[in-house]
T-cell receptor
Framework: SQQGEEDPQALSIQEGENATMNCSYK?????LQWYRQNSGRGLVHLIL?????REKHSGRLRVTLDTSKKSSSLLITASRAADTASYFC??????????FGAGTILRVKS | DTGVSQDPRHKITKRGQNVTFRCDPI?????LYWYRQTLGQGPEFLTY????????KSRLLSDRFSAERPKGSFSTLEIQRTEQGDSAMYLC?????????????FGEGSRLTVL
């Protein structure tokens, strides 16, 4: 199974700034999902983008998917201190197993 | 929906002991997943069930690990003869029937510390 690789590993920004996280992968996927995890807690689903989609929005979140480059990005606009968390991209392979990357730690300073 | 429930939330045990974790998925979710997460890493897939059938099991899951979902509802994950390397957060997740390629709903996890 492949694993997405997130970049950067850690990101520190000021409140109000935008945060961008990237995910690259190697083989075909059914869909790509982004999750958030607050320290010591379970994961919360943020957004899902299918392999035939290029961009999706949800509130302050914008996700893009470039299947030719095998990469995705998650943009959080107008960040807030409450956005401080770890963010994971997860690849849904054909066969319905979700595989997670190592994550990006986002810190939003107020 | 009451969410995915995991029990216990924390378990401290001595090396060599057996431990069992329970997961209650969201009602009528037919897929149930187990993941393991160590500090600073993403969740690693362990196994998943569709109803009571165990469809896939990771090579990470040694013979000391066993998971069951006897009636297609709750699931248990047992670790026998625990080792210090088993210390991790064990996460359970479920997905909706008919949306098996969609989002996973996670529980809060069961944190295992092996002394």
């Amino acid at each position: 199974s492949q694993q997405g690789e997130e970049d950067p590993q850690a990101l520190s920004i000021q409140e109000g700034e935008n945060a961008t996280m990237n995910c690259s992968y190697k083989t075909s996927i059914n869909n790509l999902q982004w999750y958030r995890q607050n320290s010591g807690r379970g994961l919360v689903h943020l957004i899902l983008i299918r392999s035939n989609e290029r961009e999706k929005h949800s509130g302050r979140l914008r996700v893009t998917l470039d299947t030719s480059k095998k990469s995705s990005s998650l943009l959080i606009t107008a960040s807030r201190a409450a956005d401080t968390a770890s963010y994971f991209c997860a690849l849904m392979e054909y066969g319905n197993k979700l595989v997670f990357g190592a994550g990006t730690i986002l810190r939003v300073k107020s | 929906d009451t969410g995915v429930s995991q029990d216990p939330r924390h378990k401290i045990t001595k090396r060599g002991q057996n431990v069992t974790f329970r997961c209650d998925p969201i009602s009528e979710h037919n897929r149930l997943y187990w993941y393991r997460q160590t500090l600073g890493q993403g969740p690693e897939f362990l196994t998943y069930f569709q109803n009571e059938a165990q469809l896939e099991k990771s090579r990470l899951l040694s013979d000391r690990f066993s998971a069951e979902r006897p009636k297609g509802s709750f699931s248990t994950l047992e670790i026998q003869r625990t080792e210090q390397g088993d210390s991790a957060m064990y996460l359970c997740a479920s997905s909706k029937k008919g949306q098996e390629d969609g989002e996973l709903f996670f529980g809060e996890g069961s944190r295992l510390t092996v002394l």
